[in-house]
């Protein structure tokens, strides 16, 4: 469970850290733009820091603020929104269509849907399309991928997976993804057979990832069994435009204790691996200030300090994330 201590003093200190960045702002921006990389065989660039509008969104309470920090976060160079259907049923959609409708053409849409079955899949996307203003999304991602069972109803032939390759074809959405942030061997498995064009998968210092031991969950922690191991390499072998979440852990990696780190460091650690943009909720305008101002002064981490930070963190906070983690389908 996370530390309610280690919580609150996340978020007081992201409010001080966004008082500064209120100030430096548009000389910082000026001086250091947003950082791009292309997302993988899509060919599409895309800012380091995409931002992720999942449950942190929804706590801006209403459209008006959900919207506002939406332009903020454009404003501030992030040009990638990741969504959901399963975000408020079509809530976050529909907030995130109010900004599309006037400013689509300046990001890269992402949005994920649940079902396994295609029929219904396809049903709520066509809605998904209404809600977010557009006549096409740039990704749809199969939304928090299981186990094998899992898998073998996403690929079944009245599946998800090729209800999306349809509408592919229908130019309704330009690439198809997987998201996972559960069992990094069945992602290996996924990335491995189907025709994907991106991947979203747990990418942090804690190394997360179950699989193996009762139940399938990893009893050691120095086992490193991880997202880093095995399913970002497969991804990295066939181009796969790869987006990193879960970074801090949602809140439970942040703190002064054992194993804590703040979210500098934590963004550093994930920007230094292979990947195109780390999606990041930020329920606070101050945190779209602070992460952008993260992002525009990254440096990669070297790698000795990435082994080290990692076995630290891994060490004090794996098994916690690996738990808390396998149901769970808020990015």
Not at 137 to 148: N, P, R, T
Request: hydrophobic share 40%; aromatic share 6%; charged share 25%.
């Amino acid at each position: 469970m996370v530390n309610r201590y280690s919580r609150r003093e996340f978020l007081e200190k992201s409010a001080l850290a966004g008082l500064g960045a209120a100030a430096l702002g548009s000389a910082a921006g000026a001086a250091n733009p947003m950082p791009t990389r292309v997302l993988g065989k899509t060919g599409a660039r895309v800012s380091i820091l995409a931002l992720g509008c999942g449950s942190r969104l929804l706590a801006y309470g209403t459209e008006e603020a959900a919207v506002e920090a939406l332009n903020l976060a454009l404003d501030s160079g992030i040009n990638y929104l990741d969504t959901a259907y399963g975000y408020g049923q079509g809530r976050s959609e529909s907030w995130v269509g109010q900004v599309a409708k006037t400013r689509r053409k300046e990001f890269f849409l992402a949005t994920k849907i649940e079902p396994r079955d295609g029929s219904t899949a396809r049903r709520i996307l066509e809605g998904s399309l209404k809600r977010l203003q557009t006549d096409q999304i740039d990704l749809i991602h199969v939304h928090a991928l299981l186990g094998a069972d899992d898998l073998a109803k996403i690929e079944a032939k009245d599946g998800v997976l090729n209800a999306l390759y349809k509408m592919r074809e229908e130019k309704l959405t330009r690439f198809v993804g997987v998201t996972c942030h559960y069992d990094p061997a069945v992602l290996k498995t996924a990335i491995e057979r189907h025709d994907f064009d991106c991947v979203q998968m747990a990418l942090n210092a804690a190394l997360q990832g179950m699989t193996g031991g009762e139940h399938g969950m990893v009893l050691n922690p120095a086992i490193k069994t991880s997202f880093e191991g095995l399913a970002l390499p497969a991804a990295r072998q066939k181009n796969l435009g790869i987006l990193a979440m879960k970074i801090m852990g949602q809140e439970g990696l942040l703190g002064t204790g054992p194993g804590k780190s703040d979210p500098a460091k934590l963004l550093q650690y994930t920007w230094s691996l292979p990947v195109a943009a780390a999606v990041v909720g930020m329920p606070k305008p101050n945190m779209i200030r602070q992460n952008a101002l993260f992002a525009r002064s990254f440096v990669p981490m070297p790698k000795d300090e990435m082994r080290d930070f990692s076995r630290r963190v891994s060490g004090a906070n794996k098994l916690a994330l690996d738990l808390r983690f396998r149901d769970h389908v808020d990015c």
